[in-house]
């Protein structure tokens, strides 16, 4: 019997009596580490005569890979058993809580600001900004309401200074004049933010929200501004229909003027928009009065156009069933928490307004 | 604006029915606010039915009925009526009514022990009849569904209130909304029917209206009558007033109410025999004063309308009269001024007072100056037939003659706003009906403005009054175009909407909170930046704007921990002010969270809340925004809200100058002036305007993508350095050795205590060092290693420790 013979079923016997995966190891090693007697053989091949090799390297390989294929089962095997009993101990009551996590919101009033600027943007208005602060000049004068005008009435003002120069800025329009004056026709803007009046009750907050937008052009009349606003009104109560009512009425700065009813219905105690035959106010428009063009030196005669102002914290009351407006502003954890919205909310056209 | 159908029908035939008319009314821009009767005391009277009658548990002549009046629950009545049966249908009457019979005023009561809600009525309590055995029977058939019902119809006529946008002077009068509404085609405008007065002898007390700078009033007409008896006004004036729920006071008084409402001309009337000799209508001198109608006494600047005798001052032009000269029942001479204020000089006195009076209303929206004389007529006519008296010649004086208006009306303007088209005959049907005279030229119309219309002005108000009587629902609706002038946000914005969300993700909730605070608690952290004062705050405790959006938040958070939670996340972005200026404003995103990490968690242990929390959230928000973490410089010069020591500024480079974040604890004396009771409290603060963004859109950073292949390694040192030893430092000196190299440093071990210099401390770093061109060699890495050792020991002073 040849020494590889031997060799191999020396070490079939031994590797029948072993079950530790180590003495395998020491086994394999044995037989195909660096001096190993396997390696050993495979060695001594070169120094064979031609004649024999042949023979002595088929039945080297073959005895190689009888022990190497036996040898990596076991050990495959050894290790398989030795994770199952490991198993059997590392059981746990996955029903117990998990680890910390907190949940963030976004308040409604950015959640429909992200809305209403996604439905605008859609239809090719981009977002401008002005200052909470404004002068007495462009919340009042520039809008075509000069001092001693009944209009101011309208507004209870907040004022920052004796003279009554500087104030809160009682609505958005504002914008209008700033946005005007620094550049040039076309304008096609919205422009949402804070808004302030000396006004506080169940449906009045002395800070509040409104969206401001603005289209001057050449040929924009009120058809667009109607078109604009019932596409508007639709996408944002994400309804099919919608009931809108124009009514003539007065804003200094439009002209001609009009507000604007959605037609609702109650079911439930509850406010749905859409068809029913009771009128609810939700915002006021109309045609940029020449007054006010003349005023941030866009010439009437050539450029005309639409603007309105719609409050954004009653359409978020609107949408979402929200009842009470002062709520808005108090930060109640447990409110905050109820109609706040996931921050990964983001509205947009492709994911839909809202889920 | 209140008025009633009937009313309104004193002016204009219509075939159409109320509800038509109101509808009418808001399509033409007169928006109707109600349409509703008075309150009636008998509105109190209910059909109810008696569920059940037992005998009173102590009285053996009463009853403890339970009555269904129609609403959720059954109330309990004690009755002392022998019909008082089950099933009867009866007349209820609930607490707070009142008893016809006896004007007595119902209320709660205990009759022999027993609560008793109201009273069962007899048909005598009632006045119907004078049967007051038992209470009323009603008929089961004919009542049996009106149970809950009101009992008497309310047939006080319904009144109409209008919001009159400040525009619409003309509409304060009841014949102008006549007028209205016949040029919208629901009726005849009928047309004025002055009575004819008979006049004799001179209006011989004088009127002089003074020719000065300022002179408020612009002409002033008048008549004396003598010898009237001014007394209750007749049933048909006093019900016209009550009508729209204006209180009758004297014929006299009531008359030029009534004018003033009916053809929107307010008059006023003396007791001529008080004035002293003559009227000179004149501006105010500063420091005059007098007692006006209202019973107040004015003090008065300078330039102010006032109508004067030689006594001095009988009232204020236009806006109230005085008490000097008013009429009363014993009244026999009265001048009837009917008269023509600038509405600018009615603004600004009535401002400068507070006084707002039904005439001033009308006067600072501009009358017609046209009314005077038929103001006159139509009130002197009436104090004639109704209090007698002989009328004098009128007397007109004026300072200032009344210019018509006119418009050439180019037709297409119509068209070219509104985008509908109107034939030019119904144009001019409408514009006549309104009241104006046009004449029909080429493409335009020649228009001279009715009187009654200050604020028509030019062409577009013209298009405004076609529109709105034909009715906005003819605009048609175009389609919106998806033309886009310029991307939707700015860079500033989509960062403003990004660190929104990004914060919130954190576990904060986004709160909004007003502008404005209150002073005291804005000065914690107001530091040395200008009070900004509201002139006229909506209450004490929000009198200023904020300094610091923490004003607000510590305010809400202490609310809310007075809710009982402990752990609260809060944030809000929005501006905080510096003056008081337009612009005087900065956006900051502010965040705090109080409390414990991991309250009440079986595998979590409990711990307060510190700085390191708080440098992660607002570190990883601006990574997120995308600044570039290496370039990022801290340093501990906080606010002196921050907790000295454990508080840290962040500079988006280290040469900035401003901070774009600050992140820390709070400083303890904060917790202790606002009273707030938590675990630990942590707050952070970024600003928004400070964070330079570059211009790079990340379609052009997405597209510079390298990385290295070749073998990654990682050397550990640990350096004892002064205690005071800054990490950042440090870890830039370590880095500074080879950028290219030198991927990541790590600290993850700092060491106090034993074994070390009480002045040291020992800090931990793992470094990742790989070649993007090559795989280093050993003795590549154990250069590195010596450079890194030698640099720090140099630089810092520092000992590997060994």
Redesign the interface.
Known sequence: MSDIIKIKEEYLNKLKEISDLKEINQLKSELFGKSGKISNEFKKIGSINPEERKTISSQLNDAKNELHNLIEKKINDLEINEINLKLKNERVDVT??E?????????P??QVI?EI?SI????????E???????EY?NFTALNTPE????R??HDT?????N?K?L?RTHTSPVQVRTMLNGKP???IIAPG?T?R???DQTHA??FHQVEGLHVDK?I????????L??FIREFFEVDKIKM??????FPFT?????VDIGYELKDGKIIIGEGNKWLEILGCG?V??NVLKNVKVNPSKY?GYAFGIGIDRLAMLKYGINDLRA???????W??HF?FD??D?PSSYRGLSR | MKFTIDWLKDHFDSKLNDEKIIDKL????L?VESFQSQQSELDHFLVAKIVSSEKHPNADRLKVCEVDIGRNENVKVVCGAPNAKKNLITVYAPPGAVIPKNQMKLSVSKIRGVTSYGMLCSEAELKLSNESEGITELSTNKYKSKIGKNYFLNNTPKIIDLSI????ADCLGVRGIARDLAAAGSGKLRKKNFPKIKSSGQQNLKVKIMNEKYQGCAAFGSYLIKGVKNKESPKWLKDKLLSIGQKPISAIVDITNYVMLDLNRPLHAYDSDKIDTEIVVRNSKKGESFEALDNKKYVLEENMCVITDKSGILGLGGIIGGTRSATELGTKNILLESAYFH??SI??TSRLLSIDTDAKHRF??GIDPNSIEEGLLVAAGLIQKLCGGTISKKDIQINKRFKQRKIIFPIAKLQ?????KVPEKEIGKILDGLGFKVTKKKNVLDLIVPSWRPDIE????I??EI??IIG??K????????????????KQ?KLF?FL?????????????????TDSKINDLFKEDKKE???????SSD?NV?RSSIFS??IF?LK??LE?D?KD???FEI??I?IG??????EIVLAGLKSGL??RL????KERKLDVFDSKRDVIQTLHEIGLDPVKININSKTPNYYHPGKSGAIYQNSIDKLPIAYFGEIHPNILLKADLKTDALIVFEIFLERIKIGEDKLKDLKSKFQYSDFQKSERDFAFVIDKNFEVQELIKIISDVDEDLIKSIRVFDVYEGDNIDKEKKSVALNVTIQSSNKSLTDDDLNNLNKLIISNVENKTGAKLRS
């Open positions: 117990l809580p680890r910390t996590f907190n949940r963030g919101k976004i308040h009033v950015s992200d600027s605008f943007s859609e239809i090719g208005f981009s977002v900004e002005g200052p909470d602060v404004e002068n462009n001693n005008h009944p209009a009435d309208m907040f004022y920052l200074d004796k009554k500087f809160l076309p304008f096609k804070r302030y000396s006004d506080s002395p800070m040929n009349n009120m058809g667009h501004l109607k078109g604009c019932n596409y009512r124009f009514r003539p009425s007065h002209e001609p003027s009009a507000e045609m009065h020449p005309q808005f502003f108090e930060s109640d954890y447990r905050l928490s706040g921050p990964l983001v | 808001t399509n033409i821009g928006e946008t400040p525009n619409r509405p600018k603004r600004k600072e929206r070219s706003i509104t985008g509908f030019q062409e577009i108000d298009v405004e529109a709105r906005y629902d605009i048609e609706t175009k389609l919106p175009e998806k033309v886009r002038i310029k991307p939707t946000l700015n914005q909407h929104q969300r990004s914060v919130a993700s954190k576990g904060y909730f986004e709160t909004v909170t007003w502008s404005f900004i004062e509201i002139v006229n705050p909506i929000l704007l607000n938040l809400y609310k809310n809710r939670f609260i996340s809060m929005g501006p002010f008081n200026k337009p612009g005087d404003q990490a991991s968690n079986w595998i979590e």
